[in-house]
């Protein structure tokens, strides 16, 4: 990320950083286009659509009725076209009913055309959590798309990093899920101005170490983070890896670290059972089982539905507490050690609500 | 005649996919395609051998791909329901009911945004239009007076399915209306009148003026998938099948071309059309399969 050099001054909220893609995007390329519900709604999609709608036109900003199925289906016939649409859910949830369109056509086009077809396609879905969205305004249900070949999924962490995929994403010939959490929208970073592009290539590591893995998604990644700093200060070295792009899977990274640490292990904001973790610990043990010298362990939702009440929610999340915890465990760190790691990270949270987002993520990261 | 091939020979287990035969419907194909222009773009469904060849498919790939072959015109990937041609403005079909209605749509939206003055074609069933994503389409088409025809092929049946059992009895073009969408509705078995019809609606898209939803009546006269004849199993009656028999498209345009037509030249172009087919079949034949390595090609652009 050479570009962020440059700007090293510039402190803005991802969700800025993901209307400045849209805006680079949309001025460099009259074929982009795209498709929202309430493109002149205030709240303008947590900002991340505010001003575009007057700025670009309703030619370019459209309007979008209450209708997924169709709006997919319709992007995907524009861009077979020529067109390079951008859709955007205002949650996961409503795209579901979408799912026919972009399990048989978005992801299928290209292959079953034999290589006629292209779908340049960018779909953007926010996941998360918050202030009692509850079990169907707050799933987090990014493995779904990761199963199907010919979808591209990413899933940013960091501002800079969302608006260089961003404009990466609207540039790739293929349909790109883009999976945003909405309390990352409220996280800033460094960001810088202009043009430029991240590759959507696969994992990064975010914090270097070298005694343990940690894995994760997205908001996943900045609660690795705040762990990974308490944890340092007590002598552990946690080398955290931001996912970034769930599929294609590039395990490279993850598994060159893994040959280090010999630990694994993995923290999504989705559910457990049949997840991201799943996924990135199989192929660890399938590839690097005799570099590991512990049993890998996976963090992220328990086996039920997300329910409103702040009552109902503590602990189903997975955070920087529980992340400090697994790794002292797996590394059979001394009590003492601990409770210094702990009573640190329970201090900074003392005050804090579980339902909205955690000031910590207020970079800059 | 080149689907009574298919049936002919599909015994033979070398058309190893599902085939939906269009056999009795060819007028719609052929006169929807006729008013369009080579440019113009169409859309199908799972019974789309008569759409592909009315736009000019070529023949030698659509046997090629029913028969799994490399030289199909998508590689062997995806058999008879997922012809296509781009040349000839055959875009893609579509065998997931009404999928291939928004795909339509948006490539409409391409056109109206580009200014090509081109207009696309949604050859849908009269199950389709029970799909929820039919109505999504509608909506949008109308509200943005897209380059579309939404032509609806009405042979009464889904699957083994009658249409009193799945709609209510009205005119299916009210549920056109009801989004505002211009109506048409005409015998889909009268070549003319399908031109005739279909032309008025290509005019009316290409000046910008929206989508029509043309209705047309008609048949098919072999079972829903497969090669053979179905009325004796209980669906249907023989009686129906046959009052449809004497509205056979083809037998109704040879009347009207009359004494137009003489013997001589129908001759000699049922013959030449027999070559052609003989020659497709036996270039699919001959035609390698593709490499295995080959199937996880394409997944990414
Ligand atoms: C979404 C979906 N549901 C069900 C099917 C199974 N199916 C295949 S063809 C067909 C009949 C469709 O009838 P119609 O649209 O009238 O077309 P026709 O076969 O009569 O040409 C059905 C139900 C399917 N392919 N897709
Ligand atoms: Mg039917």
């Known amino acids: 990320m050479t570009a962020q050099a440059v700007s090293q001054e510039r402190i803005i909220t991802l969700a800025d950083a993901i209307r400045e893609g849209l805006i680079e995007s949309f001025a460099r390329d009259d074929r982009t286009f795209m498709f929202a519900q309430g493109v002149d709604d205030p709240a303008s999609m947590w900002g991340t659509i505010k001003g575009i709608a007057k700025r670009f036109g309703e030619d370019r900003i459209i309007e979008m009725p209450v209708a997924e199925n169709g709006a997919v289906g319709i992007a995907v016939g524009a861009a077979l076209n020529g067109q390079r649409p951008v859709i955007g859910f205002h949650r996961v949830e409503f795209a579901l009913l979408a799912l026919e369109q972009i399990v048989n056509n978005a992801a299928k086009s290209h292959y079953i055309s034999n290589g006629q077809h292209k779908v340049p396609l960018v779909i953007r879905m926010v996941i998360g959590r918050g202030w009692g969205q509850g079990p169907e305004h707050s799933q987090s249900l990014e493995p779904i798309f990761s199963y199907f070949p010919g979808l591209k999924v990413v899933m940013p962490a960091f501002a800079a990093d969302a608006k260089g995929m961003l404009i990466s994403a609207i540039e790739d010939d293929n349909p790109v899920i883009f999976i945003e959490h909405r309390f990352l929208h409220y996280a800033t970073g460094h960001v810088p101005e202009g043009y430029y592009k991240n590759p959507l290539d696969g994992p990064r590591v975010v914090r270097e170490g070298k005694d343990v893995t940690i894995v994760a998604t997205a908001h996943a990644v900045l609660e690795a983070i705040r762990a990974a700093d308490v944890l340092r200060d007590i002598g552990c070295s946690v080398e955290v890896i931001d996912m970034r792009v769930l599929r294609p899977l590039n395990m490279a990274t993850i598994q060159a670290s893994v040959k280090k640490s010999g630990h694994l292990i993995t923290v999504d904001t989705g559910f457990v059972m049949y997840g991201i973790g799943a996924e990135v610990v199989a192929a660890v043990v399938g590839q690097n089982f005799s570099a590991l010298k512990a049993a890998p362990v996976r963090l992220g939702l328990p086996d039920h539905p997300t329910p409103s009440s702040r009552g109902l929610v503590v602990g189903v999340y997975p955070d920087s507490l529980r992340i400090t915890r697994e790794v002292g465990k797996m590394l059979g760190i001394g009590d003492d050690k601990m409770q210094l790691a702990l009573a640190s990270l329970e201090e900074q949270r003392k005050n804090l609500p579980i339902d909205a987002p955690d000031p910590f993520f207020k970079g800059p990261f | ?301």
């Not at chain 2, 893609?92 to 409409?108: E, R």
């Not at chain 2, 497969?226 to 083809?250: H, S």
Request: proline share 5%.
């Open chain 2, 1 to 301: 005649m080149v689907e009574e091939a298919i049936a002919e020979h599909y015994g033979e287990g070398e058309m190893r996919c599902p085939v939906h035969l269009s056999i009795g419907q060819e007028a719609a194909a052929v006169g929807v395609c006729d008013a369009l222009a080579l440019t113009d773009k169409i859309y199908s469904t799972h019974r789309c051998h008569a759409h592909y060849l009315a736009k000019g498919g070529d023949l030698n790939r659509m046997f090629a791909e029913i028969c799994g072959k490399a030289a199909g015109c998508i590689g062997g990937r995806g058999g008879s329901m997922h012809l296509m041609d781009l040349e000839k403005g055959m875009m893609a079909s579509i065998p997931i009911v009404a999928s291939s209605i928004p795909i339509a749509t948006g490539s409409a939206l391409a056109d109206k945004r580009m200014r090509s003055g081109k207009v696309t074609v949604a050859f849908i069933g009269d199950a389709s239009i029970e799909e929820g994503v039919f109505h999504e389409s509608a909506n949008f088409a109308v509200l943005h007076r897209l380059p579309i025809v939404f032509v609806c092929e009405n042979n009464l049946y889904s699957v083994y399915t009658p249409l009193r059992q799945r709609q209510p009895d009205r005119p299916l073009t009210n549920v056109a209306l009801a989004h505002g969408m211009r109506a048409a509705h005409g015998d889909g078995n009268n070549l003319e009148e399908t031109y005739r019809l279909m032309s008025d609606a290509v005019a009316h898209a290409r000046c910008g003026n929206g989508p029509t939803f043309l209705l047309l009546d008609t048949y098919r006269w072999r079972e829903h998938c497969g090669p053979n004849f179905d009325n004796r199993i209980g669906y249907r009656t023989e009686a129906e099948y046959l009052q449809w028999e004497t509205r056979c498209p083809i037998r109704a345009l040879h009347k009207k071309l009359g004494s137009g037509l003489a013997p001589q030249r129908e001759k000699a172009m049922v013959e030449a059309i027999t070559v052609e087919i003989e020659s497709a079949r036996a270039f699919a034949r001959a035609a390698p399969l593709p490499e295995p390595a080959q199937a996880s090609q394409f997944v990414y652009a």
